[in-house]
């Protein structure tokens, strides 16, 4: 079985690029929602593609993944924390972010900042951290939208990103 709707994935990627402007914005028809257009992105890419609408419990997600112990109200000092972030060589979950590609700004405003995270053909994993307010607007949600399908399609690896990483 494969791990992603291809076919889907590069229609709905055609039909995105399609709707790009000579400006560089996206106009998308009108009836298309946010959550239609996410809903649509997670069909063609199935396990591959996560949306986390806040990022700030996005670090703790990924150190469950990977089997570690992390209480429900994650403090620094409790359960695995420490393991993990000495794994990731961080010294804390402000580090993780910034290692993961997030702005400062970002990381100062984990509850305002939504992602997708998403998974390529060789298991490499690329977060893209985007304002809250763009998951509001199709237009503005779709550049991101299309960086996710297009990493998902592509097989890139931690030498060529260093934001990259396997869970």
Aim: hydrophobic share 40%; charged share 30%.
């Amino acid at each position: 079985m494969e791990r992603i709707n291809r076919q889907l994935a590069e229609a709905l990627r055609a039909f995105l690029v399609l709707r790009r402007q000579a400006d560089g914005t996206y106009v998308l028809p009108d009836h298309i929602s946010c959550d239609a257009l996410i809903g649509i992105a997670k069909k063609a890419l199935k396990d591959e593609l996560a949306f986390y609408p806040v990022a700030d419990d996005l670090i703790w997600t990924v150190a469950r993944h990977e089997g570690y112990v992390i209480p429900a109200t994650p403090v620094e000092s409790r359960g695995d924390t420490r393991e993990f972030l000495k794994e990731h060589n961080v010294q804390n979950s402000k580090e993780w972010y910034k290692k993961r590609g997030f702005s400062p700004r970002q990381v100062r405003s984990l509850f305002t900042t939504s992602a997708f995270m998403a998974r390529n053909a060789g298991f490499w994993r690329k977060i893209l951290p985007l304002e809250k307010r763009e998951t509001e607007n199709v237009n503005s949600l779709t550049p991101t939208l299309l960086q996710a399908i297009d990493f998902c399609l592509e097989n890139r690896d931690g030498r060529e990103d260093a934001t990259l990483f396997r869970i």
